[in-house]
Nanobody, 111 residues
Framework: QVQLVESGGGLVQPGGSLRLSCAASREIFSVNTMHWFRQAPGKERELVATIYTDGRTYYPTSVKDRFTTYRDNAKNTLYLQMNSLKAEDTAVYFC?????WGQGTQVTVSS
């Protein structure tokens, strides 16, 4: 059973940056499309980034040009670099593949 463990969340001021990590317990990136989702209180879970096995990425308009996802296959770790953060980016962030989810990491953007 693969485990996903997110880390890197925290409190950051508007305009700041954070890098989230998602460590997998074994190699999965070469055969699985990976996703980052977020969920704010009272809202549905929202896709914020996808990285395909061939390295292509997808971002919704809400985060495009601000968020970047990439992976380090040697470390079995997926990353989400978040720049120019806004208050509306406040949420719990999760990594995902298929039906597997991590426990999430809280990101709070506030002055």
């Amino acid at each position: 059973q693969v485990q996903l463990v997110e880390s890197g969340g925290g409190l950051v001021q508007p305009g700041g940056s954070l890098r989230l990590s998602c460590a997998a317990s074994r190699e999965i990136f070469s055969v699985n499309t990976m996703h980052w989702f977020r969920q704010a209180p009272g809202k549905e879970r929202e896709l914020v980034a996808t990285i395909y096995t061939d390295g292509r990425t997808y971002y919704p308009t809400s985060v495009k040009d601000r968020f970047t996802t990439y992976r380090d296959n040697a470390k079995n770790t997926l990353y989400l670099q978040m720049n120019s953060l806004k208050a509306e980016d406040t949420a719990v962030y999760f990594c995902n593949y298929r039906d597997k989810w991590g426990q999430g990491t809280q990101v709070t953007v506030s002055s």
